[in-house]
């Protein structure tokens, strides 16, 4: 870095002198800054002579014709004379100049053409501080003309890792304030204000009499906004619109999409939005004409507010731009309030789901309900979870109220009010029970001569369409092979039983005190179930989910060495469910299940040699949001011998009352029992004290009885896991530099799932002809700190002519794969404009 003292002026001048050949050096020291050091300078290979403004004359005299063999470095402490006034300007043409001021210095370190030197003059104050010009240094510009030197030393400003306006900008805008801005203070600071707001209009058409920061900021929003509306902008608006719409776009992609500051891209939203009135501008439009735009979170508060409508209306043809409801939810979702707003749309999607369920017809047959529920009919349970899987997390509910009530009716008084009946009707065929394995034959049919170890997951009170979900979830891992049947469980289908029947067993009883034994062994608790295991494989063991989910590898392979059978006890679901204070989170459970199932079977398979998993459940259960009304609770149903829960009764008699069904137990357990078990044949309940009053289970139903069994196989060694990834921090939009230098970050820290990766990264033109060098990046950095897995690549492009409008672009390619994995257009522009105002 150029430093002005005279050790290394004595240094360079030197330099200057090596070798054999005479050397003349001139030496204009405009300000005479170094006459008094000159005077007892001596020069390892040459003598100084010190030129007066009066003998040039002599001067040339003595130097081309008395001393023709000595170097000389000829200095002249004031301003080279004109042209027409210096006598020794044939010289010079065969000499060579040297400078010294601090301006002139930076111009030959950095390679600065001398028509540039003015720039430099003219904010020398900004390399008055060495920290400050080693910033612009490290910027290691290429080819410096004004517009160049200007936007280094904004960048060096700003902090920048590359010389670009648009980091410029982005700097400003994502650290620093609209008003007050420390950045544009220094820049004024510097005497770069004018040609900052020049530089504005030049790449974004900003232009303004007072210009500010956030009448810029307006006008890319507002441009931005221009591109993806339909119709023309709001009157007021159309003063802030830009000429240069492609330049904001690409800026303002950039700015939102990326991770680090798409946070302060919804800052900048929420600020202009409210000084525009976006929320009422949008009020005249209609839907159609925003469904594109993604620029205000009011779009999706106004695309809402007519979904909901349309809803209400029980509209489910209704289109926006030719896409359907859920079309719309789904698009809105991968946009970029997203992330904010994805809940949103996915409870829009999932009550239209519902209400186009509305008029629902069921079957009559047992074999054809059992069809429908497990082809079509399992998705409304599934959406009316997601509904309020959704509509629990929203921070205001009040104006999606009256379309919650219409998806609870929906829900309980079309579809369980039609299904339950017919359900309860059909189930008494005499044949029913042979429509569907069994629940108590489970053990026999899956893991009698099984010939590997098999691991049986039982997540209490997983019902059939949560089992779905997570059969669809392993399925997506291309190393796991993933199978779903499903059982008829017992009834009531309440865990005692369940658990029972899920055991071996040649006998399954319930006494006339209602305990349940197998075998007549008792199997109530975790030593029992393991005792009746044994029983019928040695090699077997029992274990609870919690007991064994934060094991170490080598304690978890302890428990699955040696052992063909291991049954391990989930309760997540129904532990939710059955307490009145938690069963409203029964369905944020049922995700939190599905989490630590997956997770579970994949730590067993890749820690403990286990391949195959089984995951089933003892019962499923109803749930539904509103409290149960008086009228739906079944009251007077006594008896000291009689065992009553709010959707069974096991007695010696059946209850024989109107809109209750009875089956004998014989039935179900396979014996001579003469007990009964009554159940209601809709989704009442029995008047108990105490439990829930939302989520129940025990009756007869196919959301409490019809249980999922899922086969899986993994692979051997096999994990999920995921590429870290790797994006774009340096806002690239142009390259401007044959050494261009652009900044990255790693998108998540390495971990159990995030596997390290290999990239190569280099620039092609658009019929694929490499013009950069390549470089190859290794993301596995485990940081947790997303700043210091930000690192840099230098690219050097080839020295050829490149068109400004043809297609240039940056690609990442997976080393792994060899496939392209990221593509980003740039323009490239080597030619440089040299006169002032930056070639425009």
């Known amino acids: 870095m150029a430093e002005m003292n005279i050790k290394q002026i004595i240094d360079r001048l030197n330099a200057e002198f090596t070798g ?24 390892d290979n040459a003598k100084v002579y010190f030129l007066q403004p009066d003998n040039q004359f002599a001067t040339k005299l003595f130097l081309e014709r008395q001393d023709t063999t000595t170097n000389y470095l000829i200095y002249a402490p004031f301003p080279k004379p004109d042209v027409r006034d210096n006598h020794l300007e044939d010289t010079l043409l065969y000499s060579k100049r040297f400078f010294a001021d601090r301006a002139s210095l930076l111009s030959v ?31 290691e510009i290429e080819n410096f003309n004004e517009e160049n030197i200007i936007t280094g030393l904004l960048s060096a400003i700003c902090r920048t890792r590359t010389c670009s306006f648009e980091e410029v900008i982005r700097v400003m805008l994502t650290d620093g304030e609209l008003a007050d801005n420390k950045f544009l203070s220094e ?45 023309e902008l709001p009157k007021p608006w159309k003063v802030f619109l830009s000429y240069k719409a492609g ?27 409210s ?60 946009m970029h309030f997203g992330e904010k707003t994805g809940g949103c749309y996915q409870m829009l999607d999932s009550a239209y789901q519902i209400i186009q369920a509305g008029n629902y017809r069921c079957p009559d047959s047992f074999k054809e309900i059992l069809r429908q529920y497990q082809e079509k009919d399992f998705r409304l349970d599934y959406e009316y979870r997601r509904f309020y899987s959704a509509y629990d997390q929203l921070e205001e509910t009040a104006a999606f109220e009256p379309l919650r009530d219409l998806v609870e009716n929906i829900y309980t008084n079309e579809y369980l009010e039609t299904l339950l ?32 170890r098999t691991v049986v997951i039982i997540s209490d009170a997983m019902r059939y369409e949560v089992g779905k979900e997570l059969f669809r979830r392993m399925q997506d891992d291309p190393k796991c092979t993933a199978k779903l049947e499903v059982q ?8 005692r039983l369940g658990m029972a029947a899920l055991l071996p067993h040649a006998e399954l009883t319930m006494t006339d005190d209602f305990k349940v034994l197998i075998d007549g062994m008792p199997c109530d608790n975790l030593a029992e179930r393991e005792a009746v295991l044994h029983k ?14 934060s094991l170490k590898v080598a304690e978890l392979r302890s428990i699955f060495t040696g052992k063909q059978v291991v049954y391990v006890y989930h309760n997540q679901i129904d532990a939710r469910g059955d307490k009145p204070n938690t069963e409203d989170e029964v369905f944020v459970a049922c995700q939190e299940a599905i989490a630590e199932i997956t997770d579970l079977i994949r730590r067993i398979s890749t820690s403990a040699n286990t391949y195959r998993f089984i995951v089933t459940a003892d019962h499923g259960f109803i749930y539904k949001r509103d409290k149960i009304a008086e009228s739906d609770k079944i009251e007077g149903i006594k008896g000291k011998t009689s065992f009553i829960n709010r959707r069974f009764v096991v007695a010696q008699e059946p209850v024989a009352r109107d809109g209750i069904a009875s089956m004998e137990m014989s039935k179900v357990l396979r014996n001579d029992d003469t007990k009964w078990v009554s159940y209601p044949i809709s989704d009442d309940v029995f008047k108990v004290a105490g439990g829930g009053q939302n989520y129940v289970h025990g009756g007869s139903s196919p959301q409490e009885m019809l249980v999922p069994v899922l086969g899986l196989k993994m692979e051997r060694g096999h994990m999920e896991t995921r590429s870290a990834g790797i994006a774009l921090v340096s806002m690239v939009r142009k390259i401007t530099n044959k050494i261009t230098i652009l900044d990255f970050i790693q998108s998540e820290p390495i971990s159990d799932v995030v596997k390290a990766a290999s990239y190569r990264l280099f620039f092609i033109s658009d019929d694929n002809e490499r013009i950069s060098n390549e470089n190859s990046c290794i993301a596995d950095s485990r940081e947790q700190d997303a700043a210091k897995r930000i690192f840099r690549m230098k690219f050097q492009f080839k020295d050829k002519k490149y068109d400004k409008d043809k297609q240039y672009f940056f690609v990442i390619y997976d080393d792994a794969t060899g496939l392209e994995v990221f593509r980003h257009p740039v323009i490239m522009d080597m030619a440089f404009a040299d006169d002032y105002g930056f070639g425009f």
């Open 247 to 273: 330049n904001i776009i690409a800026f303002m992609d950039n700015l939102m999409n990326n991770i680090l500051y798409r946070g302060r891209y919804d800052e900048l939203s929420a600020h202009v939005a």
């Open 536 to 549: 019928y494989s040695k090699d077997s063991t029992c274990v609870q989910f919690d007991n064994i989910k």
């Open 275 to 334: 000084g525009l009135n976006v929320q009422k501008a949008f009020s005249d439009y209609s839907p159609d004409d925003l469904v594109n735009c993604d620029t205000f979170l009011a779009v999706d508060q106004t695309l809402t507010k007519w979904i909901v409508k349309r809803l209400l209306a029980e509209d489910v043809g209704a289109t926006l731009d030719s896409l359907t409801i859920p079309q719309i939810c789904e698009k809105r979702s991968k």
């Open 421 to 452: 009946p017919k359900w309860n009707a059909a189930i008494q065929e005499p044949d029913a029970f042979m429509a569907l394995p069994l629940q108590r034959d489970f053990y026999a049919r899956n893991l009698k001569n099984a010939k590997e």
């Open 109 to 139: 370190d950095l390679g600065i053409d001398e028509k540039y030197k003015p720039i430099i003059e003219k904010h020398i104050k900004f390399f008055a501080n060495k920290e400050r010009t080693q910033r612009f240094y490290d910027l």
């Open 20 to 43: 054999d050949t005479r050397k003349l050096v001139f030496w204009y020291d405009d300000n005479g800054e170094f006459v008094e050091d000159m005077q007892n300078v001596d020069l």
């Open 488 to 495: 008829l469980s017992v009834l009531p289908s309440y865990t």
């Open 187 to 231: 820049v004024d600071k510097y005497g770069l204000l004018d040609d900052f707001w020049k530089l504005c209009e030049q790449h974004f058409g900003y232009t303004d009499v007072k210009p500010t920061l956030e009448k810029l900021v307006v006008t890319m929003f507002v441009t931005y906004t221009a591109k993806y509306i339909g119709g």
